[in-house]
């Protein structure tokens, strides 16, 4: 794969899936502009590798619902980078909690974050493309978003809006040569799952086929390829990276 001579945007790049994706576009030759929200040490560090594998990188701290800083960043990344024709949407969060105890808030924020969030980016970017006929979009969603998942209606609920937005904005963009697509993840090894307690690692390796958790990388490297040209006839589908454990 290559994506050499793209610039591309990242949403939630300093950690997790998104850094190792926005590491990946930059191993692949692309100049790559990041969000995140209070890590940082983490995105310093980041930028410092980005900039090791010679690509030029740009770092943004906000808060990806907010409309406003959204529309900003884009026009901050258009201009510096001259073009933009990769947006990743990642950024993402959970509040978890049964239906009969979720609180207004939680819902909210998860809502806010997870899908307005895509929508914020994908406004903004969506012009751009539109004129230069060209462009591609990827949305990383989550298995939860296809199957429900207990104790999170809200996360699930957001993560199935973002199916449908793909779906409705591939089907917007593809008379202007965008490809728009969604990334599913099961359990991914972040972070954030290697302090969870050890009953969650069970259940969910009881779901994969493949017996093991997903790494970040193995998404980065199905984000890249719906970043390049070999994913050129590939548009409104969702691509499932969970070793089975949606089947």
């Given at each position: 794969?290559?994506?050499?001579?793209?610039?591309?945007?990242?949403?939630?790049?300093?950690?997790g899936?998104?850094?190792?994706?926005?590491?990946?576009?930059?191993?692949?030759?692309?100049?790559?502009?990041?969000?995140?929200?209070?890590?940082?040490?983490?995105?310093?560090?980041?930028?410092?590798?980005?900039?090791?594998?010679?690509?030029?990188?740009?770092?943004?701290?906000?808060?990806?619902?907010?409309?406003?800083?959204?529309?900003?960043?884009?026009?901050?990344?258009?201009?510096?980078?001259?073009?933009?024709?990769v947006?990743?949407?990642?950024a993402?969060?959970?509040?978890?909690?049964?239906?009969?105890?979720?609180?207004?808030?939680?819902?909210?924020?998860?809502?806010?974050?997870?899908?307005?969030?895509?929508?914020?980016?994908?406004?903004h970017?969506?012009?751009?493309?539109?004129?230069?006929?060209?462009?591609?979009?990827?949305n990383?969603?989550?298995?939860?978003?296809?199957?429900?998942?207990?104790?999170?209606?809200?996360?699930?609920?957001?993560?199935?809006?973002?199916?449908?937005l793909t779906?409705?904005?591939?089907?917007?963009?593809?008379?202007?040569?965008?490809?728009?697509?969604?990334?599913?993840?099961?359990?991914?090894?972040?972070?954030?799952?290697?302090?969870?307690?050890?009953?969650?690692?069970?259940a969910?390796?009881?779901?994969?086929?493949?017996?093991?958790?997903?790494?970040?990388?193995?998404?980065?490297?199905?984000?890249?390829f719906?970043?390049?040209?070999?994913?050129?006839?590939?548009?409104?589908?969702?691509?499932?990276?969970?070793g089975?454990?949606?089947?």
């Amino acid at each position: 794969m290559d994506l050499k001579g793209r610039n591309a945007i990242v949403t939630g790049g300093s950690m997790g899936i998104g850094r190792s994706i926005t590491v990946e576009f930059a191993k692949l030759g692309a100049d790559v502009a990041f969000t995140y929200r209070k890590h940082e040490d983490e995105a310093a560090a980041l930028c410092r590798e980005v900039e090791g594998l010679g690509r030029r990188v740009l770092s943004y701290k906000l808060d990806v619902s907010s409309f406003a800083a959204a529309r900003d960043m884009v026009a901050d990344v258009a201009a510096k980078f001259g073009r933009i024709d990769v947006l990743v949407n990642n950024a993402g969060l959970n509040q978890d909690g049964v239906i009969w105890k979720m609180e207004e808030e939680k819902w909210d924020q998860v809502l806010d974050v997870n899908l307005k969030g895509y929508f914020n980016f994908i406004r903004h970017v969506a012009p751009l493309m539109k004129e230069q006929k060209s462009g591609k979009i990827i949305n990383v969603t989550s298995i939860n978003g296809l199957r429900g998942k207990f104790g999170q209606s809200n996360y699930s609920a957001s993560k199935a809006g973002i199916i449908g937005l793909t779906k409705a904005v591939a089907r917007e963009l593809g008379a202007f040569n965008v490809n728009v697509n969604a990334v599913a993840p099961g359990l991914i090894e972040t972070d954030m799952m290697r302090d969870a307690p050890p009953s969650v690692k069970e259940a969910a390796l009881n779901e994969i086929l493949l017996k093991r958790l997903g790494k970040p990388e193995e998404v980065a490297w199905a984000v890249a390829f719906l970043a390049s040209d070999l994913s050129r006839h590939v548009t409104g589908d969702v691509l499932n990276v969970s070793g089975g454990q949606y089947l």
